[in-house]
Every structure is written in C-alpha cells, then in structure tokens.
C-alpha cells in the first residue's frame, strides 16, 4: 500500500488531500503545528491508515518506514496570517521545504510542491503563464510569503537537478470549500461569514479588482493527476472564470439569501489588481479543467459555514 507524508496536512487545502489519498487507498502521515492548521480538520481520519503528529517542519523531521510521495503543504497561505506571522512564513518556505527535500531524496519518494499564484505578485501579464516570471515586492509587508514560495520552488529544482529527486510543483490559485477558518481572512471567508450573521460585506477598494475562484474538490483532483504524472511543472490550477471581488460578494450574499450590502474600506499594500490562471498546460498534459462553477461552489461551501458558525456560537 503507498505511503504518503503531507506536512500541513491539518489546514484547509492540506486535509482535502489527506481525505483523496486515503480515498484513493494509501496511508497517510500528517505533519502540522497547528498554528493555522485545525486538528478538528482530521480529527475524524485519525486510525490505523492515518497518523496525525504535531511538529514544526521547520525543525528536523523524521518519518519512521518508507514513504512514496513528500507533499508539502505547510504554511501560512492567507495574507492576515502571513503578516501576522512572517518570519515563520519564510521559515516553512526554506527550512521546512529544505527538510521536507531531504526527507523525499533520503526516501527515494516523490516530492510535490504547494506553490502559489502570488509568485507572480501584482502581474503585468494577463492572465498569467507559467512562463511569467512575475512582479513581485520583495521587500513589501506580502513579500514574506512570495519570496518564501519562489525560493521554495528554486530550491525544488536544485533537489530535482542535483539529486534526482522527483519533484512536481503546483502553483495553487485562489481556492474555496469547506475546512476553511471562518477568520480566514481571504475575500471569500470574510464575505461568508458576514453574509450568514447579516453583517455588511466589507469590500476592499472599489472592489474591481479581480479574483478566480476554484472549488477545492476542483483543485484537489488536478493535483492528485499532477501526483501521478511525469510532468515537473510548474503547472498552474484553478479555476479561469474570472470575477470582481464585488461581484464576489454579491454572489456570496445571494446564496446566503440576503440583500448585498457593501462597505469600501482602504486596499492592502501590494493587493494584486487582477488573477487569473492560464491552465493550458494542466488542459493539455494532465486532462484538467475545473468543473464546478463558481455558484455552485458557494452553494456547497455556505451550509458548512453555516454548522461553523453555530459551533462557534455554541
């Protein structure tokens, strides 16, 4: 039976993908310090195939037997923990990928990177290629997280080139469902949340920059294909359905049933002014394409916030 390690394992994308490899019939190690990560998130997978271990990445890690595929996926991935957080953000980014690569070469296993859209900062291509090299602030409050992850792909590559290790990367975009923290952060969260308790949307800006949203179930079935394939990458998944974050926000608050009401607040140094995938290569070399739109995503996500909520009031 293959083994997998996933660190951040406990975080919203990480247990997607602990459920689709034990789902698909591995055992699965879960690495986490749960400083976003939720142990409720896994609470329910934790037997006999599934190990949940708390441990920082950043320190020395050790898996016990053999391992077949390292997918490294922790970090702090939204800016309100980012910022809150950026010296272990750029920590994860080196030390942890440089311990997780050591653990993938020492193992003789497949290594598969969590990248991100933000590598290519506030882009100057639209939409944005694999081949864009990106317009990044390195010195800027958001570039803790950029950096982090463009020299975590680097360092991928220096492992796959120098060692032979065998390393897939996914530059991961703006992604959606359930699992996520309801403070979050990201324009999604926050605009659930405030929809389900009648709040005002708060929008950033005059809310016309844009965002692509990708439902997780999406994005999780693109890289478990990227997993098993031949092909390095980088390869970007999500979703090219391109929106306004005002029309996000209307969106979110039709489908919790209430009367869209917007309050503009001051743009975040560095906000990207627009995101949007080109997936040609995920279309032609692993046969991806999102399939679920963006109202029927938040049509599945909204009765999870819902149980969220309650719990939290409880």
Not at 47 to 59: I, Q
Not at 188 to 207: K, M, S, W, Y
Not at 225 to 242: A, C, H, Q
């Amino acid at each position: 039976m293959p083994r997998a390690l996933v660190t951040g394992g406990a975080g919203f994308l990480g247990s997607h993908l602990c459920r689709r490899l034990l789902a698909e019939g591995w055992d699965v190690v879960c690495m986490d310090n749960f400083i976003t990560g939720r142990p409720n998130n896994v609470a329910d997978l934790v037997g006999e195939r599934f190990r949940l271990v708390s441990v920082n990445v950043t320190d020395f890690i050790h898996v016990p037997g053999p391992l077949d595929a390292v997918l490294h996926f922790a970090s702090p991935a939204s800016p309100i923990d980012y910022l809150k957080y950026p010296i272990q953000t750029l920590k994860v980014g080196a030390l942890g990928t440089h311990h997780a690569l050591g653990l993938a070469k020492e193992k003789q296993a497949r290594f598969l990177l969590a990248s991100t859209s933000e590598v290519y900062g506030d882009p100057q291509v639209h939409p944005q290629p694999e081949t864009y090299w990106g317009h990044v602030n390195p010195i800027g409050p958001r570039g803790v997280y950029d950096e982090a992850k463009r020299f975590a792909e680097a360092l991928a590559m220096a492992y796959h080139r120098s060692h032979g290790v065998q390393v897939r990367i996914v530059r991961i975009f703006n992604t959606f469902g359930p699992y996520m923290r309801l403070d979050d952060g990201r324009a999604f969260c926050t605009f659930a949340v405030q929809a389900l308790r009648g709040e005002p949307l708060t929008v950033h800006g005059d809310g016309g920059q844009t965002r692509s949203l990708c439902y997780v179930d999406d994005l999780i079935e693109g890289i478990w294909r990227l997993l098993g394939s031949d092909l390095v990458g980088p390869v970007n998944l999500g979703n090219p359905e391109e929106v306004t974050i005002l029309e996000l926000a209307r969106t979110v608050a039709r489908a919790a049933g209430v009367e869209p009401r917007i309050e503009l607040r001051p743009r975040p140094v560095d906000d990207p002014e627009v995101r949007r995938p080109d997936i040609t290569r995920a279309v032609n070399e692993l046969g991806w394409k999102p399939q679920v739109s963006l109202e029927e995503g938040v049509q599945r996500t909204l009765p999870w916030f819902r149980r969220a909520l309650e719990a939290d009031r409880a």
